[in-house]
């Protein structure tokens, strides 16, 4: 029986993405290869125990939502994500998976709706974008940018318009870190450059404390 590296496990309301706002169950995976400068899951690094993916599927079912992300860290690092996948699907279940960006995205399972990060400069690690992914991108699924800063956001932008990204996926996301890039700003760029995007923030650190884990 294949295994994960499992952080948490916990039932919440979707924060991010066009799924934001619907109860959904999350499978955080430990260990990730970036160290973006904002990263508010450095928990996730290296805490986490081994489990078998029947007992991850087992706990998701537990709490009855059909909704499941996996997440991290960086969930693609474990060879077990895609068995677990697979074990979900087979149990019904409507599977996300969010991604740096990092790793190559055409090894998912088609019937995943996936999440991916085109990592901006501000972030430390837009080195390690794996530009290749952007071929592999389908209808449904959606991009996301996350901006610490002004430049991060003229770099956002001229991605989006130089790859056509808005045309490509079903949402492409601008996110401005918490604490650190006013959203009213954000809003003001995007409708003055006329963007084809959809500005997200992050609903769970409103709802909750913005450094409460598991939520
Ligand atoms: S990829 Fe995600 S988990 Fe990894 S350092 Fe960046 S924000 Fe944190």
């Given at each position: 029986m294949a295994r994960v590296r499992v952080n948490e496990i916990f039932h919440s309301i979707q924060g991010e993405s066009t799924w934001a706002g619907s109860p959904c169950v999350f499978v955080r995976?430990?260990?990730?290869?970036?160290r973006c400068t904002w990263c508010d899951t450095e928990y996730a690094f290296y805490e986490g125990n081994q489990m078998e993916i029947a007992e991850v599927a087992a706990k998701v079912d537990s709490f009855n939502c059909g909704l499941v992300e996996i997440t991290g860290g960086e969930p693609l690092l474990q060879q077990g994500v895609?068995?677990?996948?697979?074990?979900?699907?087979?149990?019904?279940?409507?599977?996300?998976?969010?991604?740096?960006?990092?790793?190559?995205i055409s090894v998912i399972d088609a019937r995943v709706t996936r999440i991916v990060d085109l990592k901006c400069p501000g972030?430390?690690?837009?080195?390690r974008n794996r530009w290749s992914n952007l071929e592999h991108l389908r209808p449904d699924d959606e991009l996301k940018f996350v901006l610490s800063d002004r430049h991060d956001y003229e770099w956002a932008r001229d991605a989006i318009r130089t790859h056509g990204l808005s045309e490509r996926v079903k949402a492409v996301l601008l996110s401005p870190v918490f604490g650190k890039l006013e959203a009213s700003d954000l809003a003001a760029w995007i409708l003055a450059d006329g963007l084809s995007v959809r500005m997200q923030l992050q609903m769970h650190k409103h709802i909750w404390s913005p450094t409460a884990r598991g939520v």
């Open positions: 995976l430990t260990g990730c290869n970036l895609h068995p677990l996948i697979a074990l979900l699907l087979a149990r019904g279940h409507h599977v996300m998976i969010e991604t740096s960006g990092e790793r190559d972030s430390g690690e837009s080195a």
